[in-house]
């Protein structure tokens, strides 16, 4: 398929403008692709063997691997396709975007297509934004925690306590802004600047804990987990909630223990966030 566009003076001084010194830019022109579902909001998702020409030159598409695309278990999932290096700067110059991509005859649904000039975002900016929302109330999170405690009927054994982390489930590292998202049904927060940082190097907005959508306005930062981080000692990296709310720092052998929430039960291991892609 084609797609012919045009930028008006405006947007081209905005991309001119948002040069940086190292020849990037921060506002940029995408090419974006969904599956055409129109009873919710669409993640970017890719065709298969898709490649995008950008008046005629070959556009790379980032993480996207188009010889794999047509193995089962490959994950189609997606990022905005940056185009603004190929875009003519002229207001009288007709722009042409040609998409090939192969059929999947397994899909009932077909793509859409949309091209839309963005201002790239950073981490620290994410961060800020984040903090200017305020924290949620330990209460919320206190009742949540009690929540945990529902007996089961089946079970011959009450759990008295529950065991979380207080180490950042991406770095390993002590959480500073402990935060998870509105949808989140877990007590185990990750790092807001660690996880912004991560999706920085490499956008997937999903929640480290329990492998859920977490994008950057459902995310809250929890004030209980924020008092216990700021109140208690470095050296403290699990606590134990006790079914009234309460908590106190793990030891080994505080009662029976309902073991949820924490990252070593994903096998995580700590990710690097200097590491080049690969």
Not at 31 to 53: A, I, S
Not at 220 to 230: N, Y
Request: aromatic fraction near 8%.
């Amino acid at each position: 398929m084609k797609v012919k566009f045009h930028l008006t003076p405006q947007q081209i001084h905005q991309i001119y403008i948002s040069k940086t010194s190292t020849g990037t830019y921060q506002t940029q022109v995408l090419v974006r692709f969904c599956l055409q579902e129109t009873t919710c909001d669409q993640n970017d998702y890719y065709p298969k063997q898709c490649y995008v020409n950008v008046n005629s030159h070959n556009c790379p598409i980032a993480g996207y691997h188009p010889h794999l695309s047509t193995r089962p278990d490959y994950k189609r999932t997606g990022q905005p396709v940056n185009i603004t290096n190929f875009v003519k700067t002229s207001p009288t110059e007709i722009n042409e975007v040609t998409i090939f991509w192969a059929p999947d005859f397994m899909l009932p649904l077909g793509y859409c297509v949309g091209i839309e000039i963005s201002k790239v975002v950073s981490s620290s900016d994410l961060l800020q934004g984040l903090k200017a929302k305020g924290v949620r109330s330990s209460d919320m999170s206190r009742a949540l925690v009690k929540g945990k405690f529902t007996v089961d009927k089946d079970s011959e054994v009450a759990a008295t306590s529950m065991k979380v982390s207080l180490l950042c489930p991406i770095g390993k590292m002590r959480m500073s802004y402990p935060c998870r998202t509105t949808s989140c049904t877990h007590l185990q927060c990750f790092d807001a600047s660690i996880f912004y940082q991560m999706n920085e190097k490499r956008a997937r907005w999903v929640c480290p804990v329990c492998d859920k959508p977490a994008l950057p306005e459902d995310l809250f930062v929890d004030g209980l987990f924020m008092e216990i981080c700021q109140n208690s000692p470095s050296s403290d990296t699990i606590i134990e909630f006790m079914a009234d709310g309460s908590w106190k720092p793990s030891t080994e052998t505080s009662g029976t223990c309902l073991n949820v929430d924490t990252p070593e039960k994903r096998g995580s291991s700590p990710i690097s966030l200097d590491s080049s892609d690969g």
